[in-house]
Each structure stands twice: as C-alpha cells, then as structure tokens.
C-alpha cells in the first residue's frame, strides 16, 4: 500500500508563498493522477488539483487557479504544490491522495471516493 507524507505547511500572511510536498513510500505510484484536497474547519474536504501521471495534464478547482501549480517528480515519488498570493481562504488542512492502480487511474477525478490513499494532512494557516 502507498503511503503518503505530506510536509510545508505553516502560518503565513495574505500575499505569501508556501509549496507542499507529498512524499510517497512505495516506489511508485501506480502510474495514475494525483491529488491535493483541502479542509477547513467546519467544512467538508474539497477538491483543490490533480495531475496525471505524464504531468501533462493538470485541473484546478476555480478558487485556486492561476495561484496554485501541481507538479510531480515521479523518480523521486514526489508531488508538490505551490500555492502563491495565499488568502485567509485558503487555511485548512492539506492532503494528498493517490488512486489504485487500474486501467482508469490516470484519468483527473476531483471526487474524494476515487483516492485509495491519503496522508496525514499539513495545515497551512493564512492570517490577514
């Protein structure tokens, strides 16, 4: 099973950068897309962007696009993402996610039910 490690999170202020890295034990991911979700307090996790195995293709949810970049680094078992001119909004609890490898595996899903594994989360917290 692969297991996932995320780390970057931290306190900043409105108009900074942070990059999230996601760490994968096995070593490989199946070949298929990638995720970053998110969740704030209160609130159910969302969907924030995934990446296909290639990293050719990419999907943002529409609060985060033109801020956020998806990127992986399959040789290293890594996937990243870089978050810039962050907003209060943008505080919550940041997960990665991978899926079970299949024959539709490497298709973009924004739906939480279609990750078999996730870590533990990283909290990034965005004061104004």
């Known amino acids: 099973q692969v297991q996932l490690v995320e780390s970057g999170g931290g306190l900043v202020q409105a108009g900074d950068s942070l990059r999230l890295s996601c760490a994968a034990s096995a070593r490989t991911f199946g070949r298929c897309s990638m995720a970053w979700f998110r969740q704030a307090p209160g609130k159910e996790r969302e969907f924030v962007a995934a990446?296909?195995?290639?990293?050719?293709?990419?999907y943002y949810t529409g609060s985060v696009k033109g801020r956020f970049t998806i990127s992986r680094d399959n040789a290293e078992n890594k996937v990243y993402l870089l978050m810039n001119n962050l907003k209060p909004e943008d505080s919550a609890i940041y997960y990665c996610?991978?899926?079970?490898?299949?024959?539709?595996?490497?298709?973009?899903?924004?739906?939480?039910?279609?990750?078999?594994?996730w870590g533990q989360g990283t909290q990034v917290t965005v004061s104004s």
């Open positions: 996610a991978s899926r079970k490898y299949d024959s539709n595996c490497d298709y973009l899903t924004t739906a939480n039910r279609d990750y078999d594994n």
């Open positions: 990446i296909s195995w290639s990293g050719h293709s990419t």
